[in-house]
């Protein structure tokens, strides 16, 4: 049987060549082989190196006599690992550290390198496990908050200085864990006396109705309470989100990039399960995640269904709303994917246009005085702001309706960057908008 660190590098390294860190993780942690004492040390340190990446490797570099692009990839994650559970983990003793990576380079069969591996780490523990930052001021912004220089730089400029830090802060900081009452099978009181009689704790999140804070447990969808349906998991942000288009009983909904379908969930609860919702995916595969959702809800007003959100389909009726959630970088949710921290922008540049193209599709099913919720999960300003900006001047037609007021900052009017609020969840935006004729 793999040690978990092995498992631990091996997923690493199945990260790098473009997986992603939570598909890759659950494949793991679903084998019934790993303990859960494992598959707790797996998690912690898989995500831990992928957060801190650009700081271990700043650590590395300060101690590796070859540069870090001429290192194996298995050395150089054995070094992260190394350096990760050094200083991050006191769970782990240094020796143990130490050791532990010395073997496991052994035993994928890079034994030649078991010397400078060991040299490294005993190299960082003799100065007593601290560093000074880079003296440049990008530089030490990105190794302090583990990202690439690209997102900083962008971030910065975008945001300034302080709502930057803050937000990267937050990214490496234990995150809460959000659940969605489905009120139409329970409510909050019995829900959360349900989870205390399994040993859970769980309390009412003060900004919405039916949200639920819970600490991370065990398997959040693998119990009874979740297979009668009693809840979904949803970050705060999408909840927010689904809030601000404040979905009624009678009401024709339109989800049009609705997989794997929460905020379609979400939105039907709300609507106490008497509206007609259209969820609609481009993928037969992702619609029946909707599918199966929904039938595991107990949730009959949704109607999930085959269709290209950038192509207008005839056949549709006009909606009284419409929930406009396109595909992003999602640089919002780097605490819950924290690889997008380090991916190449460049490849996100054709996102507006196709995000443009879908907003304009979505809006000529709405009816004359029919509401839009424009949303996303980044905070990148030319996907999120520029996108609706260009949509209204182009639309006079439109209008934009603020939304959430009743909380306060950031909702002060039609659009809201949720980036690094006093509130708890993913960075998120959300914009309202109206047909006014």
């Known amino acids: 049987m793999k040690s978990a660190r092995m498992t631990v590098c091996e997923l690493l390294e199945k990260l790098e060549k473009s997986a992603y860190s939570n598909l890759a993780l659950d494949g793991v942690l679903q084998s019934s082989d790993v303990s859960a004492r494992d598959k707790a040390f797996i998690s912690r340190l898989f995500y831990g190196v992928i957060e801190r990446k650009a700081t271990l490797d700043f650590i590395i570099s300060l101690y590796s006599s070859k540069p870090l692009q001429k290192l194996d990839t298995v050395i150089l994650e054995t070094l992260r690992m190394g350096i990760y559970q050094l200083l991050y983990m006191d769970s782990v003793p240094d ?60 971030l910065i400029d975008q945001y300034g200085e302080d709502k930057a830090s803050e937000f990267l802060k937050r990214s490496l ?6 659940l ?82 929460g905020k ?43 269709n290209d959100a950038k192509v207008y389909n005839g056949s549709f009726p006009k909606f009284d709303k419409i929930l406009c959630d396109v595909p992003c970088s999602g640089t919002g949710v780097i605490r819950s994917k924290p690889e997008i921290k380090y991916a190449d ?38 996907e999120n702001e520029l996108v609706i900006e260009k949509f209204l001047k182009e639309n006079k037609n439109f209008a934009g309706v603020s939304f ?20 708890d969840c993913e960075g998120f935006f959300i914009s309202k908008i109206r047909r006014i004729n």
Not at 359 to 375: F, I, M, P, Q, R
Request: one cysteine or more.
């Open 345 to 382: 922008l460049k490849k996100f540049e054709g996102l507006p246009k196709i995000q443009y193209d879908i907003l304009s599709t979505a809006a000529k099913y709405l009816k004359v005085g029919g509401e839009l919720v424009y949303s996303t999960c980044t905070v990148l300003k030319e």
């Open 264 to 306: 379609a969930f979400t939105i039907t609860e709300m609507a106490g399960d008497e509206c007609e919702l259209y969820a609609c995916e481009l993928h037969d595969k992702r619609v029946k995640l909707i599918k199966n959702g929904a039938e595991r809800l107990g949730l009959k007003s949704i109607k999930a269904l085959q």
């Open 95 to 154: 020796n143990a550290a130490v050791n532990e990576s010395v073997e496991l380079v052994k035993q994928l069969g890079k034994k030649s390198a078991a010397p400078f591996v060991n040299a490294v780490l005993r190299s960082f523990i003799r100065d007593d496990k601290k560093f000074a930052l880079p003296k440049n001021r990008l530089q030490k912004f990105c190794v302090e908050y583990s990202c690439s220089a690209d997102l900083a730089k962008k």
């Open 173 to 178: 900081e234990p995150h809460k864990l959000y």
């Open 180 to 261: 969605r009452v489905n009120n139409t099978k329970t409510d909050c009181d019995s829900l959360i006396t349900d989870f205390s009689k399994n040993g859970v704790s769980v309390k009412k999140c003060m900004l919405l109705d039916n949200c639920l804070e819970a600490e991370p447990f065990g398997s959040v969808e693998n119990n009874e309470l979740f297979k009668k349906g009693y809840y979904h998991v949803q970050d705060l942000s999408s909840q927010l989100c689904c809030a601000a288009l404040e979905p009624k009983k009678g009401e024709k909904i339109l989800d049009i990039c609705s997989a794997p379908g």
């Open 404 to 423: 959430l007021t009743d909380i306060g900052a950031p909702f002060e009017e039609y659009k809201a960057s949720i980036i690094a609020e006093s509130f």
